[in-house]
């Protein structure tokens, strides 16, 4: 092993298990000790590696599972939308039906019909949950379709013949690799999935790796508190995703090429599996497309859980079949990504931006934005507002306006604070609602852009509460890799649960919860544990901003 | 000048202002280390590869966050800040973050045992120590469980840190891969299995975790003396007794009570202080109560001869009795207590007579393995030089007898011609019937670890044990088929064109002979007989044939059959016509059983050789050792273990002589062992506890534990290590080499030695092999023979690079026809019986069912079943059954085990109240003489359900 290559700790050579334990868990509803105990023997794998899978991932059971799941999320946009109210009342009315599994989980990005539930594989707002229960008692209940059949204004292609122009400008060998992405650079594309590193550049690097193996990853693991656009991306426009996907595998010299999506996702993977094989129809998928002698294999790989997994080496080692733990970095995926091949990831929008840039040009992309910014941006608006939903309004927008597009603040009330890039981006006040959204102005304004997110709190909300609940949904997500996040998190929920549970506020907050944000932000392995606790003091100084001014 | 150095790409950074150059890719916390700066970790070690999760070494790179050292590799040009007010201050958090949840200092299981919690030496250090103690302190977690599960170690998740120090231990130096993460944030901890109490998880207890655990979360329960601070304890270095693989380990003795607190591995080119259950727990055998302490004399009404206990005699009902062993009290009554005097006399009076009256050849003497090369050296001297015979073996003859006579006919020695260790430079390595994960757990940890490196591991064995998890290629043959699968292998060696041509003209003879024989084994016909698919012999022999670099393991399952020769010989000509011996990673390896059945060999305990194998019917050796000894010698070679007690039984052999060997319960056949030792005129048992064999003794002298006394012990690689005493002796016992001369001198036979390490130098002088090596030069961690300049060199590791040490120079090639085992199934007994050892449990369990930990983990005697087989027979888990061959029967508990092969059935021979050899077949391999321990037809049934 390399210096700078971390030890496998647990990590098994040799394919992944997560598609054995799938289909163990199919087949029997969970997953008996006696099956678990032949795989081991079967693949000649240890037992305590399957253990670490099935402990780690919620999608696996080791129980038999109670013939009805109702799962209630718990987190910031559904909490302001009385949540925690309406668990209440399903707890009361099932209390006593033992059929019925209740419990609570992480945003479940149905932040648009918040509070958002699920009843076996279907999503609902929590109000229709005891509909559903009634329904899938008599008859099975699948996951539903996707798709809002919207028109969205970025889709250059007014006719569905048209699709996938660029790529076969690309396979046809009229438009370059490189052309491909100097208009990237050119547009000033960045990522969409929070970080916003610039897309041309990150794909000109992995391009440039000599490595025969690539991969191409399209990140559809979407978790992040308060985050829904890319679920309504793959519902209408799938055929975006993946021909940014394919140009990706095409300019990088990658064969195969992922999307990685959560699994109560099930109606958008099954819309980007339908224009998949409408792809592959077209002969732009599969062994030799389109008679180049090239290869473009591209298949769905579902999460078996976890908000982690979203970072981008926890969802590699997860494909690698290992506990869904970041790496240490560098390397980074562009160099060591996927079984230590070279690996472009990008996010669900950036892959969908990438078709309409090419079309339409780097310039028009550019036109696109307001207050100085370029492009077209998708935002999801929850919380305390009245049309909560995904929005696509031009890079810049401020968050005013955005929230007035999603038809004002709930109630008439004032804008209280705002989360402007989701669960992991500072509270920004009633001071900051005309920053532009932009990547520099929110960061200047001391926030992000973030995961495309931005949550609305009327006055009147808690916002010390409101930060608790989205650093314990931190503290509930973390891997539990590193020191700093495991144990900080924990210990900085406890207080923070204590300050509330005794009616304390903001300045009741002793001067342990800086210390731990500190540490854990130098200290973490991965953006989770470093930014755990920044939205809590985020509110302290807002709250303190406040009082001085 | 050129350099190649120059090739090297460096890096230079900055690190607390000192600049350091260093190649590229050398991680942060190692180019610190080279400039003089410690960084505090908890995580890394340096034996492991880094995981960066403790962040305790975090220093400030210049970046946003801060980069752990243990991972982070050097950028040219970095500026490298390890302890800034910051980092210190980071460090200080994450201490108390980790302090919040531990167990109270006072009540730290670390900290109360050794004192060594590395968690508490940073926490005195950012003075957190009582963080839990402190008004604001971090809250603590919720309390997690201990788990005291294990018989040797004790858990407490809630002292756990989750450094995954414990994880890279089991799985990166024991390759055992039990421990893992489980759960996911806070609630993570480290879990067995899956989540399995430890105890009933599939640990082997080898407590490397142990040795890694930086807190109280892991530690050694005391075995039977307190665990305190090494301060406090003398530290002996010396050599495990248990098995040939010879670990180096240090004793921690507590000398107040005589007893060792416990055991660490030591480094040493050999274990690289790793260490087994039976090496780490199994040291306190020597305190038992029942240790002999006074020689006993055999009472006048106890005679005429037979055995004294319900189990020797064979009426023992295979369940277990309190104490397990001999029953004391069944057995010391028909004995006296005597003087050393008394006895000694007594011992002499009796040989001068039986040599007076039935002529030398009617004495005989078994030495043993797990004595020295000293005790082995003077015990075969004083049975040639002073009974007069060369009745003189041990049990090497039960083990790797078919083995040498094979390396001895083929290449001229019969030592291993490379290491163990060697398999790291190997691109394929043969298992060939050894299980040695239980047999030699540590070797085999170099194996599993070789394996993971890229090393093809081929593993050819009729019970898949834990080590054909690890397998490339896992070859489940038949019981007794090895001879037609190997020539399979050589069948398709040759036919696929792989044999090294060169080699074999150049070092070999009869190519010709081995390649018509093996012309008849197509795969096909080899795979019929030995149950494999044709396919996977091809596969093998592919493997093998296009290695660079070959090498061949073997154990018991190769040299415990009436063909063990036979088996041995198709081995080495497997290596010999590829070319594979006599290079790195190539080569030869018998692996040895006992502690130094290889020193016991090498010092002559065989009846046809002097010692270094100088045959005693060659009158130059002869008068070599009659000059060297100064008495004349028998020409005549002796009779072998398993023909001795034959001659018993006709009274040819009619005095024996037998230190440290128990052959009632280790020799085939336990019935006719038991009418033999009935039948000798004079038996004296030299031992430390009362053996099943000491039942039929006449005189029976109490000897020193291997714990007690000073030696030489020559391991499996050849290498010579010093034992050295960790514990007083109890009572009158003496030490071994000192009652040997004080029987030589009552036999007329006078030797003077002032101390083990002067034998050493006699037998040395005696053995080319051994040339230069002296106690004074055996080092920390010994020395492999041949080695011309112990001073500087470790020794040879690879032998026979420019040829053999043969007649002619060459390897001989003996080509084997296959036969098959000398009692087959049928429908009376219809079930393959194999027998071995447990991984818990040595040879007739004289020590380690002494051994309070060994016992407790593998208390009972159990007949391992295919749970297919148990199940036509109605035989369910736990049950017990009747085992029945035509040469006896016991009653044994069932236990199903998915590693057997249809009809066939494992016994260990641990147990006399369950002996499996009560069922062996004593027949013998004709070369060898080494009895077929591995095959026996049986039949199985259900025991009549009595009150047990």
């Known amino acids: 092993v390399s210096a700078g290559v971390e030890a496998r700790a647990g990590r098994f050579a040799g394919p992944s298990l997560i598609p054995e334990l799938v289909a163990i868990q199919a087949a029997h509803g969970w997953l008996p000790r006696e099956e678990l105990e032949a795989l081991a023997i079967r693949t000649k794998r240890p037992l305590y590696e399957i253990q670490g899978l099935i402990s780690f991932y919620p999608h696996f059971a080791t129980e038999p599972p109670k013939p009805v799941k109702v799962a209630v999320c718990r987190d910031l946009s559904c909490w302001l939308r009385g949540g925690d109210a309406q668990m209440r009342t399903i707890a009361a009315r099932y209390q006593a039906d033992d059929d019925i599994d209740l419990h609570q989980v992480s945003c479940l990005g149905r932040c648009d019909i918040a509070p958002a539930a699920m009843v076996n594989a279907r999503a609902c707002a929590a109000v229709n949950v005891e509909g559903l229960v009634k329904r899938v008692r008599s008859k099975p209940l699948d996951h539903g379709v996707a798709?809002?059949?919207?028109?969205?204004?970025?889709?250059?292609?007014?006719?569905?013949?048209?699709?996938?122009?660029?790529?076969?400008?690309?396979?046809?060998?009229?438009?370059?690799?490189?052309?491909?992405?100097?208009?990237?650079?050119?547009?000033?594309?960045?990522?969409?999935?929070?970080?916003?590193?610039?897309?041309?550049?990150?794909?000109?690097?992995?391009?440039?790796?000599?490595?025969?193996?690539?991969?191409?990853?399209c990140n559809a693991d979407e978790s992040e508190v308060g985050t829904f656009k890319d679920r309504e991306i793959l519902a209408d426009q799938p055929h975006l995703v993946l021909e940014g996907l394919l140009l990706g595998m095409v300019v990088t010299g990658a064969r195969e090429g992922w999307l990685f999506i959560r699994h109560e996702y099930g109606p958008e993977a099954d819309a980007f599996r339908a224009e998949l094989e409408r792809a592959r129809g077209l002969g732009l998928v599969g062994t030799d497309v389109l008679g180049t002698g090239r290869d473009l294999l591209v298949d769905v790989f579902v999460s078996p859980g976890g908000y982690i997994l979203g970072e981008e080496t926890a969802l590699l080692e997860c494909m690698e079949g290992h506990r869904g733990e970041p790496r240490n970095k560098p390397p980074y995926p562009g160099t060591?990504?996927?079984?230590?091949?070279?690996?472009?990831?990008?996010?669900?929008?950036?892959?969908?931006?990438?078709?309409?840039?090419?079309?339409?040009?780097?310039?028009?992309?550019?036109?696109?934005?307001?207050?100085?910014?370029?492009?077209?941006?998708?935002?999801?608006?929850?919380?305390?507002v009245e049309k909560p939903g995904v929005y696509c309004v031009p890079l810049g927008t401020s968050i005013r306006d955005l929230i007035a597009t999603a038809g004002g603040p709930l109630d008439g009330k004032e804008t209280a604070a705002v989360q402007p890039g989701g669960a992991s981006s500072n509270f920004l006040g009633q001071a900051d609602l005309d920053t532009p959204l932009d990547f520099t102005a929110l960061t200047d304004a001391g926030s992000m852009l973030g995961s495309g997110a931005v949550i609305v709190m009327t006055e009147g909300t808690d916002l010390l509460a409101a930060a608790t609940n989205v650093l314990r949904f931190f503290r509930n997500e973390s891997c539990g890799k590193c020191v700093p996040c495991r144990a900080g998190t924990?210990?900085?929920?406890?207080?923070?649960?204590?300050?509330?549970?005794?009616?304390?506020?903001?300045?009741?907050?002793?001067?342990?919860?800086?210390?731990l944000e500190e540490a854990m932000r130098l200290t973490s392995i991965c953006g989770l544990g470093q930014v755990a606790l920044g939205p809590v003091m985020s509110v302290i100084k807002l709250a303190r901003s406040d009082g001085a001014g | 000048?050129?350099?190649?150095?120059?090739?090297?790409?460096?890096?230079?950074?900055?690190?607390?202002?000192?600049?350091?150059?260093?190649?590229?890719?050398?991680?942060?916390?190692?180019a610190a280390t080279l400039a003089g700066i410690a960084i505090p970790v908890l995580c890394h070690d340096e034996r492991y590869d880094p995981v960066g999760v403790c962040r305790m070494c975090v220093v400030d790179a210049g970046s946003r966050v801060y980069a752990a050292a243990c991972v982070r590799p050097c950028d040219d040009g970095m500026e490298v800040a390890t302890a800034s007010d910051s980092v210190e201050r980071q460090r200080r958090t994450l201490t108390r973050l980790l302090m919040?949840?531990?167990?109270?200092?006072?009540?730290?299981?670390?900290?109360?045992?050794?004192?060594?919690?590395?968690?508490?030496?940073?926490?005195?250090?950012?003075?957190?120590?009582?963080?839990?103690?402190?008004?604001?302190?971090?809250?603590?977690?919720?309390?997690?469980?201990?788990?005291?599960?294990?018989?040797?170690?004790?858990?407490?998740?809630?002292?756990?840190?989750?450094?995954?120090?414990?994880?890279?231990?089991?799985?990166?130096?024991?390759?055992?891969d039990v421990i893992g993460r489980t759960g996911k944030g806070h609630t993570a901890q480290i879990a067995f299995d899956l989540d399995d109490p430890m105890g009933e998880s599939s640990c082997v207890s080898c407590g490397e975790c142990v040795a890694a655990c930086p807190t109280g979360a892991l530690v050694n329960k005391p075995i039977s003396a307190p665990i305190r601070p090494r301060t406090e304890l003398k530290q002996v270095d010396s050599v495990c007794p248990y098995c040939g693989v010879g670990c180096a380990l240090t004793f921690h003795v507590d000398e107040d009570r005589n007893k060792i607190a416990?055991?660490?591995g030591r480094e040493s080119p050999g274990n690289q202080a790793?260490?087994?259950?039976?090496?780490?727990?199994?040291?306190?055998?020597?305190?038992s109560p029942e240790r002999l302490t006074v020689p006993l004399i055999r009472r006048k009404e106890a005679y005429p001869k037979g055995p004294l206990s319900a189990d020797v005699r064979g009426e023992g009902r295979g369940r277990r009795k309190p104490g397990g062993l001999v029953d004391y009290a069944e057995v010391l009554p028909a004995f006296r207590e005597a003087s050393w005097d008394e006895a000694l006399d007594l011992v002499g009076q009796k040989v001068r007579a039986i040599k007076d009256t039935h002529g030398a050849d009617a004495l005989a003497g078994f030495g043993s393995a797990k004595c020295s090369n000293e005790e082995a050296y003077l015990f075969q001297k004083l049975v040639r030089a002073g009974f007069g015979t060369n009745n003189v073996d041990h049990c090497t003859r039960l083990c790797h007898a078919s083995s040498v006579a094979a390396l001895l006919e083929g290449i001229g020695s019969g030592a291993v011609s490379t290491t163990y260790a060697d398999i790291r430079n190997a691109d394929v390595a043969i298992l060939a019937g050894t299980n040695t994960t239980a047999n030699h757990p540590v070797a085999s940890s170099f194996f599993k670890e070789a394996r993971r490196k890229g090393t093809t591991l081929i593993v050819v064995d009729p019970r898949r044990e834990r080590v054909a998890d690890h397998a490339d290629i896992f070859c489940q043959i038949k019981p007794g088929t090895d001879v037609a699968f190997y020539n399979g292998v050589m069948h398709e060696v040759i036919r696929q064109g792989l044999v090294d041509q060169e080699y074999v003209a150049a070092t070999t003879t009869g190519y010709e002979e081995l390649a018509t024989l093996v012309a008849a084994y197509a795969p096909e016909r080899a795979g019929q007989i030995a149950g494999v698919d044709p396919e996977l012999i091809r596969r093998v022999a592919r493997a093998w044939g296009e290695a660079g670099a070959g090498i061949i393991f073997w154990g018991m399952g190769i040299s415990q059959h009436t063909t063990g020769t036979d088996n041995a010989r198709c081995l080495i000509a497997l290596c010999a016509i590829t070319g594979n011996v006599g290079r790195p990673g190539t080569g030869l390896h018998p692996l040895r059983g006992q502690n130094n059945v290889q020193g016991a060999s090498d010092a002559g305990l065989i009846p046809m050789m002097y010692p270094d194998y100088q045959r005693v019917d060659n009158p130059a050796h002869q008068a070599t050792f009659e000059t060297a000894w100064g008495v004349p010698l028998s020409p005549t070679p002796g009779l072998t273990v398993t023909e001795i007690i034959g001659a018993a039984l006709t009274k040819d052999v009619r005095g024996m002589y037998m230190l440290g060997e128990n052959p009632f319960l280790s020799d085939p056949n336990v019935n006719k062992v038991r009418k033999a030792l009935s039948a000798l005129d004079f038996l004296v048992v030299q031992d430390i506890f009362l053996t099943e064999t000491a039942e039929f003794a006449d005189v029976v002298l109490p000897a020193s534990s291997y714990l007690e006394k000073t030696g030489t012990f020559t391991n499996t690689d050849r290498r010579v290590q010093i034992g050295r005493p960790a514990l007083e002796m109890p009572g009158q016992a003496r030490l071994d080499w000192q009652i040997i001369l004080e029987i030589a001198r009552r036999v007329g036979l006078d030797m003077h030695y002032d101390s083990p390490a002067d034998v050493f130098d006699e037998m040395v002088a005696v053995a080319p092999s051994y040339a230069n090596l002296r106690y004074d030069n055996l080092g920390a961690s010994g020395k492999l023979w041949p080695n011309p300049d112990p001073e500087h060199s470790d020794g040879t590791v690879v032998l026979f690079g420019d040829g053999f040490p043969t007649a002619d120079g060459r390897a001989k090639l003996v080509p084997a026809e296959w036969l098959p085992a000398d009692e087959l199934p049928d429908q009376e007994y219809p079930f393959v019986l194999n027998t071995g050892r447990l991984l818990e449990h040595w040879h007739t369990g004289s020590m380690t069912r002494r051994s309070f930990a060994l016992d407790a983990i593998a208390p009972r005697a159990q007949v391992y079943l295919h749970p297919q087989d148990a199940a036509e027979l109605g035989l369910g888990d736990g049950d017990f059954a009747v085992v029945a061959s035509r040469r006896g029967q016991i009653e044994i508990e069932v236990r199903h085990s998915h590693r057997e092969t249809r009809g066939s059935c494992f016994i260990p021979f641990h147990f006399r109240e369950a002996a499996a050899n009560l069922l062996t077949n004593d027949k013998i391999d004709p070369f060898g003489k080494i009895p077929e321990f591995k095959f026996c037809a049986v039949k199985i049934a259900a025991a009549s359900v009595t009150a047990a």
Request: proline fraction near 5%; hydrophobic fraction near 35%.
């Open chain 1, 147 to 217: 798709g809002t059949g919207r028109r969205w204004p970025n889709d250059p292609y007014e006719d569905r013949a048209d699709r996938y122009a660029s790529l076969r400008a690309a396979l046809g060998g009229e438009l370059s690799g490189d052309a491909i992405v100097a208009t990237l650079e050119e547009s000033g594309l960045r990522g969409m999935g929070g970080a916003g590193f610039p897309t041309g550049r990150k794909w000109r690097l992995v391009a440039a790796e000599p490595s025969e193996t690539k991969y191409v990853i």
């Open chain 1, 336 to 384: 060591y990504g996927l079984w230590g091949k070279p690996t472009l990831m990008n996010n669900v929008e950036t892959l969908a931006d990438i078709p309409v840039i090419l079309r339409r040009g780097a310039a028009w992309w550019q036109a696109q934005g307001t207050n100085g910014c370029a492009g077209l941006k998708f935002i999801g608006v929850s919380g305390n």
């Open chain 1, 490 to 515: 924990d210990k900085a929920v406890t207080i923070l649960e204590a300050v509330l549970a005794s009616g304390g506020g903001i300045a009741d907050v002793d001067g342990s919860i800086a210390e």
């Open chain 2, 1 to 30: 000048m050129a350099t190649i150095v120059a090739d090297v790409k460096t890096v230079t950074l900055t690190i607390d202002g000192r600049r350091v150059t260093v190649p590229e890719g050398t991680t942060i916390l190692s």
């Open chain 2, 100 to 176: 919040a949840d531990q167990p109270a200092p006072a009540e730290d299981p670390k900290q109360t045992t050794t004192a060594d919690n590395e968690l508490h030496a940073l926490a005195i250090r950012y003075g957190v120590l009582d963080e839990r103690a402190t008004p604001d302190g971090l809250p603590c977690g919720v309390p997690r469980p201990a788990d005291g599960s294990s018989h040797v170690i004790a858990v407490d998740h809630s002292a756990c840190i989750m450094c995954d120090r414990c994880i890279r231990a089991c799985d990166d130096i024991q390759n055992n």
């Open chain 2, 262 to 264: 416990y055991a660490e």
């Open chain 2, 274 to 287: 790793r260490l087994c259950v039976k090496g780490r727990y199994g040291f306190d055998y020597a305190q």
